[in-house]
């Protein structure tokens, strides 16, 4: 069975500095991770996703993520936080594409970021 | 071009009452996958459509439903309402043969009262 786990349900930061959001996953077979990105009242969007290419993923508004399989990691960084990031993010995993495979995901991660 | 779609965007309802959700896949999206998402909390995975069929289900009684239409929209119903079926639900679509990311709609605001 897959599970997510991400640890620190808030993260604050000053803007500016660097963002660490972590994820840890768990899987029987190679998995694919996303991170996504959810704004107040609005539905989630993707951020990145790791699928047995490259180990690190570059994603849209900065951010990106490295996959590190001795760790079973997944943790998404920004080197700089802007005001605008401040949303709810939560990493996902899938044991393939096959249809039927649904998506487990985390219980999320409330990043703040103070002026 | 459109992306998911749902409707309503807000709905209040009494226990014991039977709800429908609406979903319109983005453009070109053939799998409408749902999920609940309780306050504070990550999704959960209800069920997933593809070709008209439920292919996979979460962990989610038998008071939850659903349907695909041959335009790929899909509707999620859910009978006897309980309090703990507050929550936003969301819509997912995907392309079946595709790289596997989902695109998510807004959400449907459920309240049970």
């Known amino acids: 069975a897959q599970s997510v786990t991400q640890l620190g349900s808030h993260v604050s930061v000053s803007e500016g500095a660097l963002v660490l959001l972590r994820c840890n996953y768990s899987?029987?077979?190679?998995?694919?991770l996303f991170w996504y990105v959810q704004y107040p009242n609005q539905g989630l969007q993707l951020l990145l996703k790791y699928t047995s290419a490259a180990t690190l993923v570059k994603g849209i508004n900065g951010f990106e993520a490295e996959f590190k399989k001795s760790e079973t990691s997944f943790h998404l960084t920004k080197p700089s936080a802007h005001m605008s990031d401040a949303a709810e993010y939560f990493c996902a995993v899938r044991s393939s594409f096959n249809y039927g495979q649904n998506f487990v995901f985390g219980p999320g991660t409330r990043l703040s970021v103070l002026p | 071009d459109a992306g998911v779609t749902q409707s309503p965007t807000h709905l209040i309802k009494t226990r014991g009452q039977q709800v429908t959700l609406r979903c319109s896949p983005k453009s070109g999206h053939d799998t409408v996958s749902w999920y609940q998402q309780a306050l504070g909390q990550g999704p959960q995975f209800i069920f997933q459509y593809y070709e008209e069929e439920e292919r996979q289900r979460g962990n989610f009684p038998d008071r939850f439903s659903g349907h695909q239409f041959p335009n790929y929209s899909s509707e999620l119903n859910v009978n006897a309402l309980l309090l703990g079926d507050s929550a936003l639900y969301l819509c997912a679509s995907s392309l079946v043969a595709g790289s596997g990311e989902q695109y998510f709609g807004p959400g449907t605001r459920l309240t049970v009262t």
């Open positions: 899987s029987s077979v190679p998995p694919y």
